[in-house]
């Protein structure tokens, strides 16, 4: 197994329109271990679109309760489930992530105990070990550190870094600028960042049929500015940098040359403009 990252989608927000990338959510080949990060829309596709059976999951993390971060979890699970998953996958999340996985159960249960008696399946519940997130977990030979990141709010919000022998990755997470997030990545051999273009969330917002001030409030002080992606990845020193969870997605008005010209201001090294599918080799 090669150590490598996939972004299995890249788009900011939970909405998918024609012609736009599929919500959040990563999978981490490292130590030997496939790690599942965050499960939006799509993400089941998005695994096996990668060669990865669904059963081969070996954990999964997850940032935060936005529905673009989580939504999938549960149908990630059926879909393992009835694909011959029958042991269980340490789930770690903020509080909160325990009540989704009740409520899902709650919502299939005609579904869940019907399988069960006429198919012969495996107990559904104990599929997901849900933990709570905390500063530092080790998973075998890999070590997971977090940091709370700013993404009002919602305060259980993470970046996170995972480390195994001499490799590094950080996740940003969902999150506004911190002068923090230099010294959590210093190092990294790779680090995703989200990202915005302050124009083009003035062009989403002004086009948005149901929501209204509080939208562009949200966006503008909850993300950060591609052009800060770029000074981030230049004080933290590291190898290779990626966006993901832009916004805007799939905006003819923004191009790939608009995302560029923005990280590039500070930024002169190996750089991945996200896109579904897309694999870094670390």
Partial sequence: MTDSLALLGVKGGPAIRPGSNMPTSMLLQLAGKTILIDAGLGVT??????????????????????????????????????????????????????????????????????????????????????????????????????MRNLHPPITDTFALRFEAGDKAVVLSGDTAYMDEMATFAKGADLLVHEAMLRDGVEALCARMTNGDERLRTHILRSHTDAVDVGRIARDAGVRQLALNHMVPDGDPDFTDQHWTDAVLQHWDGPFHLGKDGMRITL
């Fill in 45 to 146: 596709r998005g695994i096996c679109d990668q060669g990865i059976a669904l059963t081969q999951i070996d954990l999964i993390v997850i940032t935060h309760l936005h529905s673009d971060h989580y939504l999938e979890l549960g149908p990630y699970f059926h879909t393992a489930w009835t694909a011959g998953l029958n042991r269980t996958i340490p789930v770690i999340g903020p509080n909160g992530l325990d009540a989704y996985w009740r409520g899902f159960q709650d919502s299939m249960a005609f579904d869940i105990n019907l399988r069960i008696r006429d198919e012969g399946r495996c107990d559904f519940d104990s599929l997901a070990d849900i933990q709570i997130i905390a500063d530092t977990m080790t998973i075998d030979d890999i070590t997971l550190r977090t």
